[in-house]
């Protein structure tokens, strides 16, 4: 499985109702069903991913993330999950808006377009980030929305999901703990965050986790 | 392995009360079937027709199947590996009881005595056949137009008999553009001089009615650019037009020719009973439909696919059905196929299609195997 995707498993608690936006051939779902009894459906809208997903027995749900995901009905997952996906949507706040709505609990995993080598890139060099974590040239990306760290975490504060866990991620996608102590934004490649819902109940406050 | 055509026919044992209440003390169901069962009884697949559909899902060169890109060996529905059933309706009139068959009480055919149908009353014949065939689950019930409603029904009703549903180009509560297209086709069918009440001798009867329905029906079928691309506004049978009100246009033509063909194979009162089942299904507007699918413990699994030219059935029907079986947790996947053919594509060798069905059942029959 995808490094990053080990990550996202781990803080999916066993037996949730998961919905997968961005399931890609549904590699986290058919995991997290044999490993940890979950349940749920990917959303994608990639053929040959797909067919692949029904070929694997992963439900899966053909549809546009940006303007269709009123398919869902208000609380109906226990958890929804965006993996490497929010960066690619027209509106990330919209989403996590439907994440909110969906679940009330999501999991997030998300480039870092702060790290040092992409900062290099651009300051010194002139060009746009071509990295592992981000691999595709500017013109042919499906990223529309890239942003850093303290970007993303200030976004789900005003969209008003509060960071009940964040790992941050070398840039081949795996754990890291180099930059834990460190600072974070320059030197994690991406993250993943459990995020929750303040208004579904989770704890209130923000904490700032960006150094 | 297709053989010649093998039409069987069963009496069911006992009478058939319909949804409706009346009660039909004599019915026979005609139907076909290609493979073989294994010992398990495990690798059944009902084929559950559409509208103008019969039992011939699949069948050769010279007696082509209805079909025929779905359903043969190594095709999606693959009948090497898979026992294939696919039965007549009730109340059509190729072999299964129907409008013209004979009423026990009087000795004539019913006509218009026959009861009317339901979705549900085809899907209790044919749970009938397939318990007498010896399947107590079947691996899958597969459908396009009113076969998916069947599928759709089915899986409902009886969810511990169907493993897997694959609805295609269906809907779960025809609008009110689709139900008037079915008034127009029965009211052809009606005001037609030969309809005498039903009562007509075999081969006769309102005849152009029909051919004017199924002419309408046809035009409902295609999409606007299927029909530009087949025809555009080729002229037929002349270097320039006759401007006359007969067939001028090569389009005219063609459905001149769709609706004289059926006058062959189909039976006006067949017509009538089996649209009118269509117009009034609505299974989940029915309190508790969805609940014994949901607390089955192992519930069926769906398909639902839709064609993103289909406007008989367009994908916003597909998506209803989709919302409502997802919505109650049943595993649900979903796809809108692209394709030019407007709804008659369900039939037709769309490939993102068929992948797509192949995909969902060999995973379907590597389970079972598992399983067993």
Not at chain 1, 94 to 116: K, Q, Y
Not at chain 1, 129 to 146: K, Q
Not at chain 2, 118 to 142: M, N, W
Not at chain 2, 227 to 232: H, L
Request: contains cysteine.
């Amino acid at each position: 499985m995808r490094p990053d995707l080990e990550v996202v498993a781990g803080l999916v608690p066993p037996g949730s109702r998961v919905l997968d936006l961005g399931c890609g051939s549904g590699e986290l779902l058919d995991h997290l069903t044999r490993e940890g009894g979950c349940t749920g459906t990917g959303v994608d809208s990639d053929p040959d991913s797909l067919v692949a997903a029904i070929r694997r027995g992963v439900p899966v749900i053909d549809l546009d993330i940006d303007s269709q995901l009123d398919q869902f009905g208000d609380g109906s997952y226990d958890l929804v999950v965006v993996s490497q996906t929010l960066q690619a949507t027209r509106r990330p706040d919209d989403i996590l808006g439907e994440v909110g709505r969906i679940a009330g609990r999501g999991i997030v995993s998300i480039p870092n377009f702060a790290l040092w080598r992409h900062r290099l890139a651009l300051l010194l060099r002139g060009r746009m980030p071509v990295s592992p974590v981000l691999p595709h040239p500017w013109y042919a990306t499906p990223n529309i929305h890239l942003a850093s760290l303290v970007d993303v975490e200030e976004l789900f504060a005003t969209a008003g999901m509060r960071v009940q866990e964040r790992v941050l991620l070398d840039s081949s996608g795996r754990r890291t703990v180099l930059a834990r102590r460190g600072p974070a934004n320059l030197v994690a490649g991406g993250a993943v965050y459990l995020l929750v819902s303040q208004t579904a109940g989770g704890a209130g406050g923000s904490d700032s986790l960006v150094r | 392995m297709p053989d010649a055509r093998t039409t069987y026919r069963l009496t069911l044992d006992e009478p058939l009360r319909l949804e409706g209440g009346r009660v039909l003390p004599h019915v026979e169901v005609a139907y076909e079937t290609w493979g073989e069962l294994d010992d398990a009884g495990s690798n059944a697949v009902f084929i559950a027709h559409a509208l103008t559909g019969d039992s011939h899902a699949s069948g050769t060169t010279d007696d082509p199947g209805w079909w025929d890109t779905m359903v043969g060996p190594g095709r999606p529905v693959d009948t090497d590996r898979f026992f294939v059933v696919c039965a007549n309706l009730l109340g059509g009139c190729r072999g299964t009881t129907g409008p013209a068959s004979i009423d026990p009480a009087t000795g004539a055919s019913y006509a218009l005595d026959f009861p009317l149908l339901s979705i549900r009353d085809f899907v209790e014949v044919h749970r009938r056949l397939v318990r007498h065939l010896g399947i107590t689950r079947l691996l899958a019930v597969v459908g396009g137009s009113l076969g998916g409603m069947q599928a759709l029904q089915w899986a409902l009703d009886a969810p511990d008999e169907v493993a897997n549903a694959v609805v295609v180009a269906a809907s779960s509560r025809l609008s009110a553009q689709n139900i008037a297209f079915s008034a127009v086709a029965r009211s052809a069918i009606m005001r037609d001089p030969e309809f005498s009440e039903g009562r007509y001798d075999e081969g006769g009867g309102p005849r152009s009615g029909l051919a004017t329905a199924r002419m309408m029906a046809h035009i409902t079928y295609l999409s606007e650019e299927a029909m530009a691309s087949k025809f555009g506004r080729r002229i037929q049978d002349a270097d320039e037009p006759r401007r006359r009100f007969g067939v001028d246009f090569a389009v005219e033509s063609y459905l001149e020719h769709q609706g004289s063909t059926f006058l062959d194979r189909f039976d006006p009162l067949s017509y009538l009973y089996l649209s009118r089942a269509l117009d009034y299904f609505d299974p989940f507007s029915e309190p508790g439909a969805l609940d014994a699918a949901a607390s089955c413990p192992r519930p069926p699994r769906f398909l639902v696919m839709s064609f993103d030219s289909d406007w008989r059935f367009s994908t916003e029907h597909s998506r209803r059905i989709t919302r409502r079986l997802e919505g109650a947790r049943l595993p649900t996947s979903f796809r809108e196929i692209g394709s030019p053919h407007g709804h008659d594509s369900f039939l037709l060798d769309v490939p993102d299609y068929l992948t797509t069905v192949a995909a969902f059942l060999d995973r379907a029959h590597e389970e079972a195997g598992r399983a067993s």
